[in-house]
């Protein structure tokens, strides 16, 4: 095998020079403090988590957890989201702090990937879990949050999907009793959005003309508040009927927040079915074809670590709100460079502390630096103003020479 | 081999609550903000790199690096500083920006440790790295850098330690000259601060009493500028008196930036000698055995990359300055808990978007909770406000209940 080029990175990760992180370190600090202001507060986890309970309780498809092997032996894993991680953290370090708890992170998680996915196997994730609470005040909280954290981020245009894996799972064990491969086959039409697959497979099912319109009529299941009076016309199904009142419900919190506008209610939703147990959601930004955040209820994880509690929280997709804000300006403090020769050292020194006292960016530069081109680019630059580095240019140049 | 308990961490890692998250994230904040000012603009770096470029080319010892294997079969290391990756960001995606080249980061870092260590095998760097500049006025830049950064962070009282790796290569060169076993042996004793094995190794050489007197009163070479002088005394070695120089030049420069109080010349402190070709420092605060932050200049590290270039820079230990500043109080919010009942719903969340709104933390909670626990606790805070997450307390309960 080939040693890698010395430039060269592992697969799928990457490097953010200045410009990129006064972005996103912006938006990072702004929905921080969105949600602390909701009462959220931020907790640190360790990147690495043992395999065997976090990584196994993660949401994260097995062959997508990077594994490495600890001293003893032991399998360990980058963590890959932090649900899990804080479920754990609820569990026991503040396992004597009562419900609720609002807790809040910023992290880098991570996918092993297939070198052709061009996708990335490091990204930061900003997000929040609300533990203990199992009402649709709670659910509708971390939505409207959600809507709040993707306004703090900068981001102008959303649109956030709102369904119920109870809809389905009542529907569906209605319509296709002990069918379970046909089950899991729809789910996963309708969770790669391939609509035209989930009406292929429903003909393939052999079914009645009624349990086929009524399967084929999921998909026009989206909308606003006249989609939950439908949805409750379709399953008389009791996981169903609850799925649906529960999720009228968060509507309805949703419209005293004030902030229903920003959603639909989309029945053909599921999240990740294997992981959320109730509401799930799905923040969409304009002309973006995949989600900025995702969240939903998942009241069968604290189990797993020995503090049974109903939870539900969200992530932003940090690093693809960069992306569409991506030309949104940042304002920066003025740049001032400095540019001395020995005589005026401590003058020019003394200037620079002054400057940056007031909050202004000051670059000291000498004559007696070893890079002549920087030098003279420094001295030109009092007339042509040029002097930058990585792209920052400076908008006033001092320079304190004896000639 | 037994499976891990369901709340057990991998060794050597940790999670942070909100009071500790809080005042990291203000360390962070505060000094990112402090070298900002300084002109040197963040860049952020993947965790995972190639062993056989960044892995190799890091200050780290190949044991204390964490390994891994991507698909490829190709060795990858979890970030064990972060000089080496900015080194191989300087030399690529930034090789069209001239020099200087002033850059920041905060990170965290990795080293596998052995069980019994009981040291951190995750922690936090906040630091610099100036590329591109060989002079003294740079290095005493980023040392006047590490200062401004310790007081931006909190820390009170501390001194840096000055050196310079030329001085004891010079001297040793001159005195032991050939007899690379004995200096290399000498070296660690002043690199683990063991003054007592480096007498006991300079008895057993078998030199000159001349020769064992001027390498014995190496020890004695540490104070301010009067070192200088003293220093100069000891080896007419080139390498030896070129260090010096540039030591003297750098303390001029302290002068001149008004900071030299806080440093002492230390010609015993090598720093990690295989690492670094000049000038090293490292940061002690009061009552602190281990150092706070350590740096120096390092010209040979750049040529790895392909882009060849003198550099010096250095990086804060975050979690050990939040040991240290670990009693300081961290400004908060006013913080507000809101209880309400279905009737009064929209004014409660109402009255949390004004309180957000402006700054304030606001906390919803209603009776319909599934917690009646929480509930209970709500209503009772209006009596006796202590109603608390994570040792967090609400200051003001509002009540907007019917009965």
């Known amino acids: ?217 999921v998909l026009r299941l989206r909308g606003g508040d006249e989609i939950c009076e439908q949805a409750r016309m379709v399953s008389q199904h009791p996981i169903a009927q609850d799925a649906i009142r529960h999720l009228c419900e968060v509507w309805d919190v949703l419209q005293a927040y004030g902030v229903s506008e920003h959603v639909v209610i989309d029945l053909t939703m599921i999240g990740d079915f294997s992981y959320y147990t109730g509401m799930t959601f799905e923040g969409y930004a304009a002309d973006l074809g995949f989600p900025v955040c995702s969240g939903g209820r998942y009241d069968n994880l604290l189990s797993q670590f020995g503090r049974p509690a109903p939870a539900t929280g969200f992530a932003l997709k940090t690093n693809r709100i960069l992306e569409v804000t991506g030309g949104e300006a940042v304002a920066t403090p003025k740049r001032v460079l400095i540019a001395y020769d020995a005589e005026h050292r401590e003058e020019a020194l003394q200037l620079a502390k002054a400057k940056r006292s007031s909050e202004e960016t000051a670059v000291v530069i000498t004559q007696l630096v070893s890079e002549p081109e920087a030098w003279t680019k420094a001295r030109s630059a009092k007339t042509d103003g040029s002097y930058e580095v990585c792209s920052i240019v400076y908008q006033e140049v001092i320079t304190l020479l004896a000639q």
Chains 1, 2 share one sequence.
Request: net charge negative; with cysteine; proline share 3%.
């Open 1 to 217: 095998m080939s040693k890698p080029k010395v430039f060269e990175k592992p697969l799928g990760v990457k490097d953010y020079l200045p410009e990129a992180v006064t972005k996103l370190r912006n938006i990072e600090y702004r929905v921080l403090a969105c949600m602390e202001r909701w009462g959220y507060n931020q907790i640190l986890t360790p990147t690495l988590e043992y395999y065997d309970t976090v990584g196994v309780a993660s949401s994260t498809e097995d062959k997508k957890l990077f594994k490495l092997l600890d001293r003893k032996g032991q399998t360990l894993v980058l963590r890959s989201e932090l649900t899990a991680p804080i479920a754990r953290v609820a569990s026991s370090l503040l396992k004597e702090h009562a419900f609720p708890l609002r807790l809040s992170y910023h992290s880098n998680v991570f996918r092993a990937i297939e070198e052709e996915a061009g996708r990335d196997s490091e990204f930061y994730q900003t997000g929040v879990e609300l533990i203990g609470d199992a009402s649709s005040e709670a659910d509708a909280e971390v939505v409207a949050l959600a809507i709040a954290s993707l306004q703090a981020a900068g981001v102008g245009t959303f649109k956030i999907a709102l369904g119920h894996v109870g809809f389905l799972n009542g529907l569906f064990q209605e319509t296709l009793e002990g069918r379970s491969d046909a089950q899991l086959s729809l789910k996963e039409h309708l969770l790669g959005r391939d609509y035209v697959g989930y009406r292929e497979a429903i003909k393939s099912l052999a079914l009645t003309s009624e349990v086929e319109r009524e399967l084929i009529g």
